[in-house]
């Protein structure tokens, strides 16, 4: 793999995961679903989870999803919950011309309805991705959230 190829597979990812944070962001559905690999797995155990109180903020979020067509595009949409997530730095790693790893900085913001326990919920961390490259493009083969901070007001 030249470095030519290499730089444009991680520009690829890159426009893949902004796809991606946009898609869960707007409720489309479809458009994670075009990104994920058909046997994807996505781990968000443990996702809305203070790692300094080990308190779980929002349980209901503790899935493993296996599939691309496990994805649910308006869970959030459908409970009253807005999403807001930034990405940030990245490390993203090609291994070959099919296969790549990523580890990107971020931070979210899930917007509730009032009468819970919070209406606010603000959680800094990392997303660790794997990718693979299809005929049609890199996807998303498998990601885990690790958290670093979460807060709710």
């Known amino acids: 793999m030249t470095d030519s190829e290499r730089l444009a597979a991680i520009e690829d990812i890159r426009q ?22 058909p046997d994807c797995e996505l781990d968000y155990i443990g996702c809305c989870t203070d790692p300094s109180s080990g308190q779980d903020f929002m349980p ?12 649910i595009s308006d869970a959030c949409a459908r409970a009253g919950i807005i999403t807001v997530h930034q990405g940030y730095q990245n490390e993203i790693t090609v291994s070959d011309r099919s296969q790549a ?5 971020f931070a979210d913001r899930f917007f509730l309805p009032p009468g819970g326990a919070f209406t ?12 693979t490259r299809a005929d049609d ?10 958290r670093l901070w979460v807060e709710v007001a």
Not at 60 to 71: C, I, P, T, Y
Not at 137 to 146: D, P, S
Request: glycine share 12%; charged share 20%; aromatic share 14%.
């Open 101 to 105: 790893s990523g580890i990107w900085v």
């Open 16 to 37: 893949l995961k902004a796809r991606y944070w946009r898609g869960v962001d707007s409720s489309d559905g479809a458009l994670v679903r075009a990104i994920l690999a």
């Open 137 to 146: 493009g890199w996807k998303l083969q498998t990601t885990r959230i690790t």
């Open 60 to 71: 209901a979020m503790n899935v493993v999803l296996k599939g691309r067509d496990s994805w």
């Open 120 to 131: 606010r919920l603000t959680g800094y961390g990392h997303y660790h991705d794997t990718y």
